[in-house]
């Protein structure tokens, strides 16, 4: 103790906890950059997945324009050609007439549900083409973060000196850290933690840590103090940080907030309610291709 008052020993101890903390909240800094760098090129690539969702889902009603419209025009085409002659059978001599005006008569039902068919496609093609258009121009957008969550993710270091004294003068391993340490994902708690180091120090350190926080569940201690080197902690300005993710969910790293985006995603949703505008022709555009190529 006499030699921990003395001032040049306590100004050796100032400096070297300096200088480990300041070294370690710039590093910190950096991998905030990186880290909401990555987390963008992710969203971005995700919502370029959600985009290309829409795509194929519309693309269903779309490409059977392709299948469905080269039929239903030979038919009519067929249809029309024996209405512009007048009978059937122009080879050969014309059938009676009352067979003649039954036969035409079911031809006109016919042309005219291939008639309506048509109409049906082009109209639930084009409205799923419309839908398709209008979500991934207005609704699905790339998570571009502006200019405003580029300089909120951005720290430059003199924000080290609005830092508390405590993480500015810590001593590793001798003093806990100032801020609680982030709670495990479901991911993590069922590998079974970190999943690092089964043996040597580190090892010890980590099982001695779990001994410790099932104390501290079961009421065995008298709180959830703080212990040097036994109780996972992280700096003040990372606890500062996931509470800033938190409370403006939209410049975090994934533009979702610390949950991301929510199941079922708002995509499938949107889509879902545009194809109300266009199933049903598609139905009803099969029942009259039916009738219309019965009569």
């Known amino acids: 103790m006499a030699s921990m008052a003395n001032p040049a020993v306590a100004k050796s101890w100032g400096v070297f906890g300096w200088n480990y903390n300041r070294a370690n909240y710039k590093y910190d800094q950096g991998l905030r950059w990186q880290r909401y760098t990555a987390g963008r090129k992710m969203a971005c690539a995700q919502v370029g997945m959600f985009r290309q969702d829409i795509t194929d889902l519309a693309s269903v009603s779309m490409s059977k324009l392709k299948v469905y419209g080269p039929i239903y025009g ?27 005006q039954i036969y035409l008569q079911c031809l006109g039902i016919g042309m005219s549900f291939m008639a309506l068919a048509t109409w049906l496609l082009f109209h639930a093609t084009m409205r799923a083409q419309v839908a ?19 300089d909120g993710s951005r720290k430059i270091l003199s924000t080290w000196e609005e830092q508390g004294v405590y993480d500015m003068f810590r001593i590793p391993f001798v003093m806990p850290p100032g801020g609680s340490a982030p709670e495990d994902s479901d991911e993590d708690a069922a590998a079974g933690g970190a999943g690092y180091a089964k043996g040597g120090i580190v090892g010890v350190a980590a099982k001695m840590t779990s001994k410790v926080k099932e104390a501290h569940r079961k009421g065995e201690t008298t709180g959830n103090k703080h212990m040097p080197g036994l109780t996972d902690g992280a700096p003040s300005w990372y606890e500062k940080e996931l509470q800033e993710r938190e409370a403006q969910p ?17 995509h499938f ?27």
Request: net charge positive; charged share 15%.
């Open 74 to 100: 030979i038919v009519i085409t067929v249809c029309v050609t024996v209405y512009v002659e007048g009978r059937s059978g122009l080879k050969f001599p014309g059938p009676p007439v009352f067979i003649s």
């Open 132 to 150: 398709c258009v209008q979500l991934r121009t207005r609704m699905v957008r790339l998570p571009v973060p502006t200019q405003r969550q580029l």
């Open 250 to 266: 939209g410049a975090s790293p994934s533009g979702f907030g610390l949950d991301g985006p929510s199941e079922p995603f708002q």
């Open 269 to 295: 949703e949107l889509l879902r309610a545009a194809q109300k505008e266009w199933w049903g022709c598609e139905a009803y555009m099969r029942v009259c291709f039916l009738y219309g190529m019965m009569h």
